[in-house]
Structure formats: structure tokens, C-alpha cells
């Protein structure tokens, strides 16, 4: 009798998979409010009164704002090289304890206590937690989903960012009418709600089957596969999916290591581990070096300097206007993001981000209040332009580019990049409107149009692809020596096994994991090493006997 799908939390098939997709998109909210939280608060006479060294000081501000990315850098550093032993579910949970313990030291700062110190060091503590929840979510998101969805659900993480951020910038503006205290510590204490959703729900949640698999723990991988896909448990459906995976551990080389050592990352041939780690962390940089935090996290002071002099309050609003077309074109990514593709996305959204700093510069080169006008479209347009395409995309793209052995130490690699350049353009930004005022304008512009050449020469489609799907277009442009972009062009879509043969066709894989298919239920799971050992086995008393049978042929014909 066929045994019934497991259960999470008391779900199976898709309501599972909508409560994994849901904890999921939560970090990220939680990640778009700690980066939006502080734009309203850091320019607030009250947030002066007790932090006195930011008062009319933006290098002090850029400070006590970008400080955070080094938190997050090193949470991204912590995953890169203990994320592959952690798992994805206790890293998620770490992630939120650190987030909520940094928080509450920020929110009991208070004058003549060093303040500023306690300050900065709950910054700190709170980026630690973001860096390894921005690390492993994308990672667990992946490798939880369906090929069919995998974009999608990807892109409404990213995506989420913006309604954390808009979450942000409007509580920020509602607390600006507040007392003193209200202004600035209720909007950081909020994001310990987003936190704890987190932290409580992943207790219950499913490891991914992919870090099971690589772990050897197949009983695991089976229960979880099956009850993310609502399977019976000894279903052919789960064993085919597990096999696929398993595959896809062999060919990176790697299998049977609990931790991918580092020097996997910068390995080539049939697996391009180092090209896509590249690929991923490249999407991670531009996303940064295109001004994108330069709008968010200083759009109110930037109104407030060149287009609203000297009114707060409406230079808050605006920025809450802003915040609201930055989500609202966020979302449109989830509808075209399957459809239009990746490659496309990224392109149009460079032109776009391009050409909307090139009208926010000329605008502001006047000098006149008038013409700063038109450099707030320009922002405008930057955002719905970031929002629908370059926001949620790195995010995705390193998730599904990276195979399945280096995937949790490339990915963190790329969020490292993230946050390290984010450091950097958050620090410099209000340092370069000081000094080049609309020239800070005409740099993003020309860094965001080296950016059309890059990604149509060097980065292939992902759309529509199983992840392991996506190892046969690097093993395909490698043996045929030929344009990644253009083998990813050339590969049809594939089914489970046709992804097997492909691989045994470019020599991906010596032989199939299909010995397991062979197996009926969870207690044969563990013995998948020794199905493929058998297999080995049986393939060469094969040989062996076909060469004897051969040999016994020959010597017949001899004696005759």
C-alpha cells in the first residue's frame, strides 16, 4: 500500500510550498525595511538631538548609514564558509535572532551613554543577521521550487523589498510627527515583528532536499520532496526527482563532502563553477554601482537640498510618493519574468536606468528650482526602472546559476559583493552630491550603460530551466567550445530525463543515478551510493562476460 504524503506544519503540496515562499518573502521584507528604515530618520533634527555628531554632517551620516552593510558583508562572509554545514532552515533562524538582538541594542541608546557607539554596533549586529538571511534565502527558495515557479517566487522576494522599504518610509513619515523617542526608535523596533515571523515559523519548516541529498540523508530528501511536491512518499514522481538531484551532485565533482571546499568556486571545465560564480556576483555589483541606494536610502535628502530647500516634511512625503512607484513596479516582474526572460529584463532595465540619470542630471545642471523639477522625474523613473527589473533579478540569478555544489558558498559570494559595494556607493553618495552635485547623476548614468554590452555577451537565459537543466547549457558551451549565451540559446527545454541523458552525453555524469529507481519506499534510500556502485558493478561483469563469450568465439574459429 502506497504511504501518504508527509506533512510541515500540518500542510502538504502547495500550501507548504506557500508557507515556505511566504517565511521566505518575510526576510526579505524584513530586509527592504532595515534598508529604507534609516532615510527618514538619519536627517531628523529628533535622531540628532541624540546622536549629536550627525547633526548637518553627511559624512557622519553616510557613516552611521553604511556601517550596516559591513554587518551585512560579514553575515555574507560567516555563510560563505559555514553555510554548507549549517543548513538552510538554522542559518534562516540565526539570521533572525541576530536581527532582533541588534535591534534592541540600537533602540535603548540613549544620551550620555555613548550613544552613538551602542548605535553603530546594534547597526553592525543587525546587518550580521540580514547578510546571512540575504545569503541562504534566495538558496533554500531555489531549491525548494518547482522549475515552473522557481522565477516567480524569486522575484516576489526581490520585489518584496520595495514594500518593505515603502513599509519604512511611510511609518518613518507617520513617527516624524510623534515625541522625540517615537521618531526614531518605533520605526527601528518594528522590524523585530518581521523578525520573529521568521525565526518562528522556520522551526517548523523543511530543510531543503538539495543540502539533505548533499548531506547523504536520502530518507530525509524524500520526506521533504514529497511533501513539498505532495507526493506519496514512495512515489515514482519522488524518486525521479531525487535522482535528478543526485546527479547533479556526481557532476560537480564534489559528492560525498558535507562542506564544497573553497576552491571549488574557482574551478572551470565541464562545470564552470568559477564563470558562474562570476555571473551571479557580477548581477550583484551592478545592481549597486547602477545608484540604486543612491536614490533609495537619500531620496529625501537629495528633495530636500535641490528640490524642496529646507522642508523636511515634504521632502519625507515625496520620498513615500517615490517608495509607492518603486513597489508598484516591483510587482510587475512577477508577471513577465517567466515570459520575457532574464536576459531581456536586464537590458531594458540598464536603458532605463541609464536614460533616467541622464534627465535627472540635465535637470539639475541649472542650477534652478524650476528644472530640479524634472531631475525628481528622473528619479521617478529610476525607480519604477530599478524596481521592475534590477531589484529583484540578482537575487534570482545567482540562486539558479550557481549547480547545486558551490551554489550556498557562490551565492554568499555574490551577496558579499552586494554588500560590500553597497557600503561603498551609500558612503560616497552624499560625500559626491556635496562635491559634484549633478555629476554624481552623470557617473551612474555612464556606469549603467557599460552595462548592456556586458549582460548580452556574457549572460545566458535561466528562464524555464530546471536547475539542473542549466548544467548542461555550461557543460554544452564548453565541449562545443562555443558562446555560453548561444548554447543556452541552442538547448531545448528538457524533461527529467533528457537532463539525465544530456548529461551522460556530455559527460556530466559517468552513469545514471536510475538505480534508485528501483528502490520501493524510504528505507531504501540510503543505500543510493551502493544502487550506484552496483550498477558500476554490473556494468562491467557485462564487459567481462562479453569478452569472454568473444574470446570463447575465437578460439572456436581457430580450431576450425
Not at 136 to 148: D, G, L, R, V
Not at 156 to 161: D, L
Not at 447 to 456: E, L, Q, S
Request: charged share 15%; proline share 4%.
Amino acid at each position: 500500500m502506497a504511504a501518504a504524503p508527509p506533512k510541515f506544519m500540518g500542510l502538504r503540496g502547495r500550501p507548504l510550498s506557500m508557507i515556505v515562499s511566504t517565511v521566505a518573502t518575510t526576510g526579505f521584507l524584513l530586509f527592504g525595511y532595515d534598508q529604507g528604515v534609516m532615510s527618514g530618520i538619519i536627517s531628523a533634527p529628533q535622531f540628532a538631538d541624540v546622536f549629536e555628531e550627525t547633526r548637518d554632517n553627511s559624512t557622519m551620516q553616510g557613516f552611521v548609514t553604511a556601517i550596516y552593510e559591513i554587518g551585512c558583508l560579514i553575515g555574507a562572509m560567516f555563510i560563505l564558509w559555514v553555510g554548507d554545514l549549517l543548513g538552510r532552515r538554522k542559518a534562516m533562524i540565526l539570521g533572525g535572532v541576530i536581527m532582533i538582538i541588534g535591534t534592541l541594542i540600537q533602540i535603548t541608546a540613549y544620551p550620555n551613554h555613548a550613544p552613538l557607539a551602542q548605535f553603530i554596533i546594534g547597526r553592525v549586529i543587525t546587518g550580521v543577521g540580514n547578510g546571512v538571511n540575504t545569503s541562504t534565502i534566495p538558496t533554500y527558495q531555489a531549491e525548494c521550487s518547482k522549475t515552473s515557479n522557481r522565477g516567480l517566487l524569486i522575484c516576489i522576494e526581490g520585489g518584496v523589498i520595495a514594500f518593505g522599504t515603502l513599509i519604512a518610509y511611510w511609518i518613518d513619515y507617520g513617527a516624524s510627527y510623534g515625541n522625540p523617542d517615537l521618531v526614531w526608535r518605533f520605526p527601528i523596533a518594528f522590524q523585530i515583528f518581521f523578525g520573529f515571523i521568521v525565526c518562528i515559523f522556520m522551526i517548523f519548516l523543511p530543510e531543503s532536499p538539495r543540502w539533505l541529498l548533499t548531506h547523504e540523508r536520502y530518507e530525509d530528501a524524500e520526506v521533504v520532496i514529497s511533501a513539498l511536491r505532495g507526493y506519496e512518499l514512495d512515489s515514482e514522481g519522488t524518486r525521479t526527482e531525487r535522482d535528478i538531484i543526485l546527479d547533479s551532485i556526481r557532476a560537480s565533482g564534489f559528492s560525498g563532502q558535507k562542506a564544497t571546499p573553497m576552491k571549488a568556486l574557482y574551478t572551470g571545465g565541464k562545470t564552470q563553477h568559477f564563470r558562474r560564480m562570476l555571473l551571479g556576483s557580477s548581477s550583484q555589483l551592478m545592481q549597486q554601482v547602477g545608484g540604486c541606494n543612491a536614490v533609495i536610502y537619500y531620496f529625501p535628502i537629495l528633495f530636500e537640498t535641490s528640490i524642496t530647500p529646507g522642508d523636511h516634511h515634504m521632502a519625507m512625503l515625496m520620498g513615500g510618493v517615490n517608495m509607492i512607484i518603486y513597489s508598484i513596479f516591483a510587482t510587475t516582474s512577477w508577471f513577465i519574468i517567466e515570459r520575457v526572460g532574464r536576459r531581456k529584463l536586464f537590458l531594458y532595465g540598464s536603458i532605463g536606468q541609464c536614460l533616467s540619470m541622464v534627465l535627472t542630471f540635465a535637470c539639475l545642471i541649472p542650477g534652478t528650482q524650476e528644472a530640479a523639477k524634472g531631475a525628481a522625474v528622473g528619479l521617478f523613473t529610476y525607480i519604477a526602472s530599478f524596481g521592475a527589473t534590477w531589484l529583484p533579478l540578482p537575487w534570482l540569478y545567482p540562486a539558479e546559476i550557481n549547480p547545486i555544489k558551490t551554489r550556498a558558498k557562490a551565492n554568499a559570494t555574490s551577496t558579499c559583493t552586494n554588500w560590500l559595494f553597497n557600503f561603498l556607493i551609500v558612503m560616497v553618495t552624499p560625500i559626491m552630491i556635496t562635491n559634484i552635485g549633478w555629476g554624481t547623476y552623470l557617473f551612474f548614468a555612464c556606469v549603467n550603460a557599460t552595462f548592456i554590452p556586458i549582460i548580452y555577451f556574457f549572460y545566458p537565459e535561466t528562464a524555464k530551466r530546471s536547475l539542473e537543466e542549466i548544467d548542461i547549457i555550461f557543460a554544452k558551451g564548453f565541449v562545443e567550445n562555443k558562446s555560453y549565451v548561444r548554447a543556452a540559446q541552442e538547448l531545448p527545454l528538457l524533461t527529467p530525463e533528457q537532463v539525465e541523458e544530456e548529461a551522460l552525453k556530455y559527460g556530466l555524469i559517468e552513469t545514471a543515478a536510475r538505480g534508485a529507481m528501483r528502490a520501493h519506499g524510504p528505507s531504501d534510500v540510503a543505500h543510493e551510493k551502493a544502487y550506484s556502485v552496483r550498477s558500476e558493478e554490473k556494468s562491467e561483469e557485462a564487459s567481462a562476460s562479453q569478452e569472454e563469450v568473444e574470446n570463447q568465439e575465437k578460439k572456436a574459429a581457430g580450431r576450425d
